[in-house]
């Protein structure tokens, strides 16, 4: 198989031999993957770009057995597109894997060709995901920033911009999880971790009640961050402005502003309220004693229902005369809902004051929970902490906390669609956040749910309230001959690139 990325004028076709040789002809760029793709990210089989000449003479090869070589050429770092819509920036998320857990840049020639083809196309730049598990993981307060300094000099090199996702959170999908010496401190305080009513924990991510709690020898999490977020600082200062143009801080689960009220792989339930560590008790049993209900205190709804069941089932979330509109449903979702915007407030109060000094911009991600807006409890936000209802707007308080901190809101969910969708309604939820976010004068930045292809719909989405948009993410499928042509015809419909005009696409096995 072969895939031309080529002004139909000015380049040949090429191939790789088995040696992995990687050439840059007098007439083409010619880009291939290295061998064990498929275990790269990156497919499987033989897939050459193929570009014009602007890069000639960078040679690089690939084979185990070759003399080191320079990845990155100065020649490419000189080509560029322009985007006609200036307005919008676009990047692309770089694998969550980027930088594995021993601090090595994971298939560098192999991620290293498709920074060129990224290039190439025009794109502004990359998200690259940036772990707290990486880091500091051997032992509190030792940071070995080794491969992320790396993989940002390529970047460099390249010419593209960097925004850097500040990871406080673990992955499953990334097998990247929180650093080693606060899993051991959770071995014996397992409260620091959230928990369910069923006492199950959540141990991706710290819970927001310790924020504020020295519960990490002696220090608390947001101290720890605070150290982290100087080290950063120190080490990447150079960059700022020029490569590095904007951090996003991790928030919680996922890296986003939420609870994690979502079990296992199937998104579309009410989820479940995450408020049953000690910790969190702890702070409801205070909050309703002080407004003079102490029975409120003893636990989070009683009539909520488990994961597996319908959101609508006992209760609490029922469409007509449930809890959720009596006064102890607003005295626990208010509740709820402003643990969650305290602790995005310290977090991003903390960076605000770290980088004011800087020329990146911050944000902070929240998710789009639309599974249940529909109905007139939107049981899967509540559940996450957004007290959003028919009757109440939740996203002003959350813009409000973001304008206050200056800083931009990053919002996935711009390639869904209402259709189909029996309870859901995607689009209406991203317009009643973006609407609040004007409001408040917060800027958006927008991203996509799943690589899915609806480019159309993306789109659509692109308006004058959207000033960068990132697409979520590189990997296997992404470079995939069903995938990257229709992207580079998307980048294209965006962008008015020289290096690109009147290519075409041509597809062969």
Request: proline letters at 4%; charged letters at 20%; glycine letters at 10%.
């Amino acid at each position: 198989m072969e895939v031309f990325v080529c002004g139909s004028s000015q380049v040949g076709v090429g191939r790789w031999d088995d040696s992995g040789v990687c050439s840059f002809s007098r007439n083409r760029v010619s880009l291939s993957r290295e061998c064990d793709l498929k275990r790269s990210g990156f497919g499987c089989g033989q897939t050459n770009l193929c570009f014009s000449r602007s890069a000639v003479g960078l040679f690089l090869r690939a084979s185990a057995s070759s003399q080191a070589q320079p990845l990155v050429s100065e020649k490419v770092s000189k080509i560029s597109g322009t985007f006609a819509n200036e307005s919008v920036k676009l990047f692309v998320g770089l694998p969550l894997d980027t930088v594995s857990i021993s601090n090595k840049i994971n298939h560098e020639r192999a991620i290293s060709v498709g920074l060129k083809a990224l290039k190439l196309l025009g794109v502004d730049g990359v998200e690259l995901p940036l772990w707290w598990g990486v880091v500091e993981n051997e032992a509190q307060s030792k940071y070995d920033w080794s491969g992320y300094l790396a993989i940002v000099e390529i970047l460099q090199k390249l010419g593209l911009k960097v925004q850097i996702s500040l990871c406080f959170h673990g992955s499953q999908e990334a097998k990247i999880l929180l650093p080693k010496w606060v899993e051991k401190i959770g071995e014996s305080n397992m409260n620091i971790y959230f928990k369910d009513r069923a006492g199950s924990q959540y141990k991706d991510s710290l819970s927001f009640a310790v924020d504020e709690l020295p519960v990490l020898n002696g220090k608390t999490p947001l101290e720890v961050y605070g150290e982290f977020f100087a080290s950063f600082k120190s080490t990447f200062s150079s960059f700022f402005g020029s490569t590095i143009t904007g951090v996003s801080i991790g928030l919680g689960p996922d890296g986003e502003l939420k609870y994690p009220s979502m079990k296992g792989k199937n998104r579309n339930g009410g989820g479940e309220f995450q408020c049953y560590d000690e910790y969190m008790l702890a702070n409801l049993k205070h909050h309703a004693e002080k407004t003079g209900n102490p029975l409120w205190g003893l636990g989070g709804p009683h009539d909520a229902p488990a994961y597996h069941l319908c959101p609508f089932y006992g209760g609490f979330f029922a469409e007509n005369g449930g809890s959720w509109e009596a006064p102890y449903g607003n005295f626990f979702l208010s509740w709820y809902s402003n643990q969650l915007i305290q602790h995005g407030d310290r977090m991003l109060s903390l960076a605000a004051s770290t980088f004011k000094d800087t020329a990146v911009s911050l944000s902070g991600r929240i998710p789009l929970m639309h599974s249940t807006y529909k109905s007139r409890s939107h049981p899967s936000e509540l559940t996450a902490g957004f007290y959003n209802t028919e009757t109440r707007d939740g996203y002003n308080a959350v813009a409000e906390m973001f304008s206050r901190n200056s800083c931009t809101v990053v919002v996935p969910g711009f390639d869904l669609s209402d259709e189909g969708q029996p309870r859901s309604n995607p689009e209406a939820l991203l317009a009643q956040i973006i609407s609040g976010c004007t409001k408040h004068g917060v800027e958006v930045s927008g991203q996509n749910s799943t690589i899915s292809g609806r480019f159309e719909q993306m789109k659509k989405k692109l308006s004058a309230e959207v000033k960068t948009f990132t697409y979520q993410r590189m990997g296997a499928y992404f470079f995939s001959p069903e995938h990257f042509p229709v992207f580079t015809r998307f980048v294209r419909g965006l962008s008015q690139s020289p290096e690109l005009h009147e290519s075409r696409w041509e597809l062969s096995s």
